[in-house]
């Protein structure tokens, strides 16, 4: 049934809204019997009353309970839940997960790199952590934590056997900043100083005083933050160390040493290592070695030792005594016109690894030999480029002990020798060379192998100059991928330059990874 109830006209004056606008305008109800005395005042008051006492009794009752408990609630719940779910995840997701990149990959860092790179500094057992520290050589955090909680396995337990609460020692002086030759002089002549950076290139021009001299059995190491010391003064050496203290130079260029004697850039009767250094365009007029001359052993990493010329004896770049190693460094252009060893020439061994020796010469005109480099006792050859150096007898290598090699390409020999004169050969496969001198005939060798097709020695990238195989080379993705960390290149996984090896279907011979671009 329909509703007929008349429903007004919103718009009209009597209508349905009208009514209901006037019943809000005027919400004090008539008085009825027995309500006289009762006036309007009192019954707002009593509204008010009411009104203000639900509010503010309802509004804080259902506010504390409401906080209490929700509070509580949803506090224990989480704490409880929470807790317990992440713990668990986080122990057993990041455990086994550090567990196994822990095994992987620091094991075989451990295990590979050459123990003379390894400081112990503090050698603290502690309960629940043993404390490694390694040299920057390692390129590992400088602090390693292990929990034992982690259950490593046994293979990689460390028994320092030191007193547990020992300390660190605290760090040696600040380096003594030089910036001009007065300052530089004071500092390399003061026997007790240990650390040098310069603070600007500095040029010697002092030629009554001569080539700055040192006579200390103190370990100095020079940080070069890129600068140079170049040696103005005919007849002089730029650094000279009569005592055995070791001499280690950071990020410095030495030049223009030209000595009467012997090491016309650096002459010392201990040890040198260059880290991303050059020393280049020195000359000994009278002995060996017109880039770097020492007693003790000599360790190039990232550096360059290029253009040095000793006009009377051997090694053109480098004449030591002790031990030769180079990682990531170029030797190049280098000449001993007096003598062998036109790049490098050693008494002892010599280990070339991810390096790159080419364009030296070793007395071409007389009877020269190793015009790349040669030893007394050994040299080993990993991922190498040994190629286009001179000399009429083991015009790249020349050793009377055993070359051993690995993925390494010698090739190219100028002058009237092979690539190779050696007393024998190891080799762990995987090598080049295009001649049978160097006795590379393992199963996986490549001997005669005509012409490698290289580049010209140039700026490839990376801290120093490298040759690039070019397309077609028979040293591209020649190494089986599987076997790309074979005997005598294991931990290595990149090239000269930083370059990740393998690029392609396999990693290429020499010093150089060829790089695989998208399109």
Known sequence: MSDTTPQGNPEEPGGADHVDETHRADPTPSPGPGTEDVTVEQADIGQDAFRDTFRDTFRDTLRDTFRDTFRDTLRDTFRDTFRDTFRDTLRDTFRDTFRDTFRDTFRDTFRDTNAENITFINNVTFTNRIVIEMTPTLRLPQEIRIDPALNLPEEFEINLNTTEGTTKPPPGPSPTEVSDEASLRAAWTNAAQTQIALGADITLTDCVAGA????????LTVAGNGHMIRQTCAGEAVLIQDDTGGLT???????????????????????????????????????????????????????????????????????AHGSVTLRNSTVSGNTGSGGSGGGIASEGSVMVTNSTVTGNTGNAGGDGSGGGIIASDSVTLVYATVVENSANTGANVRTDGVLTAFGSVVALPQGAGANCSVGST????????????????????TQNGGDPNLGALANNGGPTQTRLPQAGSPLIDAIAAGSCQADGASGITTDQRGVSRPQGTGCDIGAVEVEVTDG
């Open 249 to 319: 130079f950071d990020g410095v260029t030495i030049t223009g040493g030209d000595s009467t004697d012997t090491g016309g850039g650096i002459d010392t009767q201990g040890s040198v290592t260059l880290t991303n250094s050059t020393v280049s365009g020195n000359t000994s007029a009278a002995g060996d070695a017109g880039g770097v001359m020492a007693q003790g052993s000599v360790t190039l990493t990232n550096s360059t030792v290029s253009g040095n010329t000793s006009a009377a004896g051997g090694g053109g770049g480098i004449m």
């Open 212 to 219: 700055p001299l040192r006579r200390s059995d103190t370990a």
């Open 426 to 445: 190891t080799t762990n496969g995987f090598n080049f060379s295009d001649d049978d001198s160097c006795g590379f005939t393992g199963a996986t060798d």
